[in-house]
Nanobody, 125 residues
Framework: QVHLVESGGGSVQAGGSLRLSCELS????????MGWFRQAPGTEREGVAT???????YYAVSVKGRFTISKDTTKNTLYLEMNSLRPEDTAIYYC???????????????????WGQGTQVTVSS
């Protein structure tokens, strides 16, 4: 399967920006979905943004207009550009991948098979 490793997490003040990266290795799916998920203590893992083979993207309402998901197929890397960060964005962020022919990728964690280890994002006020 695909192995994923997140990086770029850290601490930032409200209003700041952060860029997360997810490097993929191993077998690369021809038709796929990739996504960013986050989970804060006591909450369910939430789909933040997804992108598929088609390039079509999905964003959770809470991050739309602030976050941008992108991919570099040459570098086998997935990115999440986070701007105008808020304290409520604080969570562990995970990248994920799965085989899919969906035009717009699903945003539920149960739809994804391969996961990174997570990277902590902390936004302070």
């Amino acid at each position: 399967q695909v192995h994923l490793v997140e990086s770029g997490g850290g601490s930032v003040q409200a209003g700041g920006s952060l860029r997360l990266s997810c490097e993929l290795s191993g077998h690369m799916y021809a038709s796929y979905c990739m996504g960013w998920f986050r989970q804060a203590p006591g909450t369910e893992r939430e789909g933040v943004a997804t992108i598929g083979s088609s390039g079509a993207t999905y964003y959770a309402v809470s991050v739309k207009g602030r976050f941008t998901i992108s991919k570099d197929t040459t570098k086998n890397t997935l990115y999440l550009e986070m701007n105008s960060l808020r304290p409520e964005d604080t969570a562990i962020y995970y990248c994920a991948a799965t085989v899919s022919m969906a035009w717009i990728c699903p945003a539920h964690y149960n739809d994804y098979n391969d996961w990174g280890q997570g990277t902590q994002v902390t936004v302070s006020s």
